[in-house]
């Protein structure tokens, strides 16, 4: 059975790279495991200074079952098989890494739609996982409003 990794992190842009994920075990028939993966940014010194590694992994660990509750909640309704991730790192690297340990065939991503310079100058998640990942990755853009009028018609 086919393991992909689905990046979430409470945005609709992530929701998107779910759905399509969904999209592709229902209509396209695979036979898959959901791994819905959340990075949570490592703490700064001065938070674990002042609150503590322990209650910083507590609160991060949270946290990111909070921005995962959507997603779960979307791929219960469909009655997929999945499982969660949570890590803490830089994203990107995180996410690849997440990818291999977890045994993943592939990674789905929403990204923002953001090309060229302002798209360089801004950073890309779903960019740098293309060039760092060692599975096939699919980026999927957050549709325009007037696509999701036409979809609607």
Do not use: F, N
């Not at 689905?6 to 791994?35: I, K, N, P, Y």
């Not at 703490?43 to 921005?67: F, K, W, Y």
């Amino acid at each position: 059975m086919l393991r992909i990794l689905v990046a979430a992190d409470g945005s609709e842009l992530a929701l998107d790279a779910v759905r399509h994920a969904l999209m592709l075990v229902r209509r396209g028939g695979l036979q898959a495991t959901l791994v819905l993966g959340h990075v949570q940014e490592e703490a700064s010194l001065i938070e674990l200074a002042t609150q503590g590694a322990d209650a910083v992994a507590t609160a991060s660990v949270e946290a990111g079952q909070h921005l995962l509750a959507s997603a779960v909640a979307l791929v219960e309704a469909a009655g997929v098989p999945y499982e969660t991730e949570i890590a803490l790192g830089p994203v990107a690297a995180t996410l690849a890494d997440m990818a291999e340990r977890c045994g993943c065939d592939a990674l789905i991503i929403g990204a923002r739609g953001l090309g060229g310079l302002r798209g360089a100058w801004l950073g890309s998640v779903s960019q740098a996982l293309v060039h760092q990942c060692t599975v096939p990755v699919t980026v999927v853009k957050h549709p325009e409003p007037q696509e999701v009028i036409d979809a609607d018609a």
